[in-house]
């Protein structure tokens, strides 16, 4: 069997057959065509709110588009991303077929069916194959390779067909990483003008395969195998680092964390690219977190008047089966419960922590281990703990509305959004200092902060910075009201941020001032 086919679409293979419902027409399609050059992108991605969402993201997707086009009208950004069996369950219906064709990926030829959606202005394209995306979850299969192979050949395949060559393709995390890939192998000749971005969202992720699949899962040709290889195997971020144009992570100091250790061995492939990397820290969309108008809330409240806060938390209590206590410190996570968002650090001192005088609500789904030991600490500690296994936007609002204090003890945290939306909330974030927890929470204790920031990846110090929070809250309620207003008005709105990221696209062109002039890492 040929292991070296070409990866993507040869030119001719990818004839389109446009359906009478296509794309002309739309209110946006016809205004792409005269749109400035630099305005048009297309973010790459394997999941977009509120399409699906399982992190941070989806959500990130889910809110920069609208962001940049409020800060620059002339952009038009659309995104492409995979019709999951749940993304077709739950909007199907209000979309509409594009077109479909036939997407080679190696030996294979795949059909595939682009569907659209508009929302808020913004156009989503969803990419259709029943084999690869109508499944139980959106990831943890043995072919996830091939199945996010598929998805990034299928986004240079169907550009045509979808009448939008953008300007620059936005790629997102390994499992867009073999856009750019691509692009440099299979499409540098069709679209010469084409520029890609690669966004780490999380470096522990890198997409690394055995060798032996480079022809035959991803269709990458021997003479090509250089551009992948890591450490003898196929690592498909360090493709993505190499052959992007632009290199942005979520958050300044997480730019310079991978640099070194955080870089999970990618450092060394990191700092040579170094002059293309920039930092750019996340925002969150104010619209839909804004504790006024919050719907999932039982009373709305805003920095001027908390009164509503005491209800919510009464509402929470309530809700997780915990006793009704107004003055009880309530403390909440709201995470994935994996190793790198600090969950070790929780397990150690939970118990400790929960013979004090506070309440711990925990909203999570994860590794099995975590997830049963949260399970038996809600068992154990019936009147203390309350644990719902879940990933819920709903109640983790409600969780940041109702809590008093909200626990993010990472041992890495590219940017983190949690510790943004509980500010907004008014829920004091204990954080530990890395990444964009860093970036975004100061410590109260050594001036104006807006919340407890502890050093070390250490149980103790957790802990004592834990007892700190509680002491301020339950001794000191005048100077943790002030806290409590000084966090929430914090901006941690998406506007500098789009801005940084237009700034980025527009000097990536030909004619934009360089690679350096903005960056801030
Ligand atoms: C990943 C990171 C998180 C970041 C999010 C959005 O989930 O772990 O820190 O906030 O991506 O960029």
Same mark, same amino acid.
Request: hydrophobic share 40%.
């Given at each position: 069997?040929?292991?070296?086919?070409?990866?993507?679409?040869?030119?001719?293979?990818?004839?389109?057959?446009?359906? *009478?419902?296509?794309?002309?027409?739309?209110?946006?399609?016809?205004?792409?065509?005269?749109?400035?050059?630099?305005?048009? $992108?297309?973010?790459?991605?394997?999941?977009?709110?509120?399409?699906?969402?399982?992190?941070?993201?989806?959500? /990130?997707?889910?809110?920069?588009? *609208?962001? =940049?086009?409020?800060?620059?009208?002339?952009?038009?950004?659309? $995104?492409?991303?995979?019709?999951?069996?749940?993304?077709?369950?739950?909007?199907?219906?209000?979309?509409?077929?594009?077109?479909?064709?036939?997407?080679?990926?190696?030996?294979?030829?795949?059909?595939?069916?682009?569907?659209?959606?508009?929302?808020?202005?913004?156009?989503? #394209?969803?990419?259709?194959?029943?084999?690869?995306?109508?499944?139980?979850?959106?990831?943890?299969?043995?072919?996830?390779?091939?199945?996010?192979?598929?998805?990034?050949?299928? /986004?240079? %395949?169907?550009?045509?067909?979808?009448?939008?060559?953008?300007?620059?393709?936005?790629?997102?995390?390994?499992?867009? %990483?073999?856009?750019?890939?691509?692009?440099?192998?299979?499409?540098?000749?069709? #679209?010469?003008?084409?520029?890609?971005?690669?966004?780490?969202?999380?470096?522990?992720?890198?997409?690394?395969?055995?060798?032996?699949?480079?022809?035959?899962?991803?269709?990458?040709?021997?003479?090509?195998?250089?551009?992948?290889?890591?450490?003898?195997?196929?690592?498909?971020?360090?493709?993505?680092? @190499?052959?992007?144009?632009?290199?942005?992570?979520?958050?300044?100091?997480?730019?310079?964390?991978?640099?070194?250790?955080?870089?999970?061995?990618?450092?060394?492939?990191?700092?040579?690219?170094?002059?293309?990397?920039?930092?750019?820290?996340?925002?969150?969309?104010?619209?839909?977190?804004?504790?006024?108008?919050?719907? $999932?809330?039982?009373?709305?409240?805003?920095?001027?008047?908390?009164?509503?806060?005491?209800?919510?938390?009464?509402?929470?209590?309530?809700?997780?089966?915990?006793?009704?206590?107004?003055?009880?410190?309530?403390?909440?996570?709201?995470?994935?419960?994996?190793?790198?968002?600090?969950?070790?650090?929780?397990?150690?001192?939970?118990?400790?922590? =929960?013979?004090?005088?506070?309440?711990?609500?925990?909203?999570?789904?994860?590794?099995?281990?975590?997830?049963?030991?949260?399970?038996?600490?809600?068992?154990?500690?019936?009147?203390?703990?309350?644990?719902?296994?879940?990933?819920?936007?709903?109640?983790?609002?409600?969780?940041?509305?109702? %809590?008093?204090?909200? =626990?993010?003890?990472?041992?890495?945290?590219?940017?983190?959004?949690?510790?943004?939306?509980?500010?907004?909330?008014?829920?004091?974030? @204990?954080?530990?200092?890395?990444?964009?927890?860093?970036?975004?929470?100061?410590?109260?204790?050594?001036?104006?902060?807006?919340?407890? $920031?502890?050093?070390?990846?250490?149980?103790?110090?957790?802990?004592?910075?834990?007892?700190?929070?509680?002491?301020?809250?339950?001794?000191?309620?005048?100077?943790?009201?002030?806290?409590?207003?000084?966090?929430?008005?914090?901006?941690?709105?998406?506007?500098?941020?789009?801005?940084?990221?237009?700034?980025? #696209?527009?000097?990536?062109?030909?004619?934009?001032?360089?690679?350096?002039?903005?960056?801030?890492?």
């Amino acid at each position: 069997m040929s292991k070296t086919a070409t990866p993507a679409a040869t030119p001719k293979g990818s004839k389109s057959k446009k359906t *009478t419902k296509a794309v002309t027409g739309t209110p946006a399609a016809a205004k792409s065509g005269s749109k400035a050059p630099g305005t048009r $992108v297309l973010y790459a991605v394997s999941e977009v709110a509120p399409f699906l969402s399982t992190g941070g993201m989806g959500q /990130v997707v889910g809110s920069l588009p *609208t962001a =940049l086009m409020r800060v620059d009208k002339e952009m038009d950004v659309r $995104v492409i991303s995979p019709l999951y069996r749940q993304v077709r369950n739950q909007f199907g219906a209000g979309m509409t077929l594009v077109g479909s064709l036939h997407v080679p990926l190696s030996w294979r030829s795949q059909y595939c069916g682009v569907y659209m959606a508009e929302r808020d202005g913004i156009t989503y #394209y969803f990419l259709d194959n029943l084999y690869y995306f109508d499944r139980e979850r959106p990831y943890g299969y043995l072919d996830d390779g091939e199945r996010f192979a598929f998805m990034s050949a299928a /986004v240079l %395949a169907v550009l045509e067909l979808i009448d939008f060559v953008p300007d620059i393709i936005h790629a997102h995390d390994w499992q867009s %990483a073999l856009v750019p890939i691509y692009l440099k192998i299979a499409y540098s000749q069709r #679209y010469p003008q084409l520029r890609t971005i690669f966004t780490i969202h999380n470096i522990e992720y890198q997409g690394r395969y055995g060798m032996e699949i480079l022809g035959d899962v991803f269709g990458i040709d021997d003479k090509d195998r250089g551009i992948v290889e890591y450490d003898g195997d196929i690592n498909l971020m360090k493709g993505a680092i @190499v052959c992007c144009d632009r290199l942005t992570t979520v958050s300044p100091s997480y730019a310079e964390e991978v640099k070194g250790v955080g870089g999970f061995g990618l450092e060394g492939i990191i700092r040579q690219n170094g002059y293309k990397l920039s930092g750019i820290i996340n925002g969150i969309d104010y619209e839909i977190y804004d504790p006024e108008t919050d719907k $999932v809330l039982v009373e709305g409240y805003n920095a001027l008047s908390l009164e509503g806060k005491a209800a919510n938390k009464r509402a929470l209590q309530t809700l997780f089966g915990l006793p009704v206590a107004p003055r009880t410190p309530a403390l909440c996570m709201v995470s994935r419960l994996v190793t790198h968002k600090g969950i070790d650090l929780i397990t150690t001192i939970a118990e400790t922590l =929960l013979k004090d005088d506070v309440q711990l609500f925990i909203l999570g789904t994860g590794d099995h281990q975590y997830e049963l030991f949260f399970q038996d600490l809600a068992t154990l500690y019936p009147d203390k703990a309350a644990v719902s296994i879940a990933y819920n936007p709903e109640i983790s609002n409600r969780i940041f509305a109702g %809590a008093d204090i909200m =626990l993010m003890p990472s041992a890495s945290e590219p940017c983190g959004l949690a510790q943004m939306i509980c500010c907004r909330y008014g829920t004091i974030p @204990v954080v530990r200092a890395t990444g964009g927890l860093k970036d975004s929470v100061q410590d109260c204790r050594l001036g104006d902060g807006n919340g407890f $920031v502890f050093e070390d990846y250490d149980a103790e110090e957790l802990l004592s910075t834990i007892r700190q929070a509680v002491d301020l809250y339950k001794y000191r309620e005048e100077q943790w009201q002030d806290l409590v207003r000084e966090a929430m008005k914090r901006d941690f709105r998406w506007d500098l941020s789009a801005k940084a990221y237009r700034e980025l #696209y527009f000097n990536l062109l030909p004619g934009g001032s360089g690679v350096s002039s903005q960056t801030n890492t």
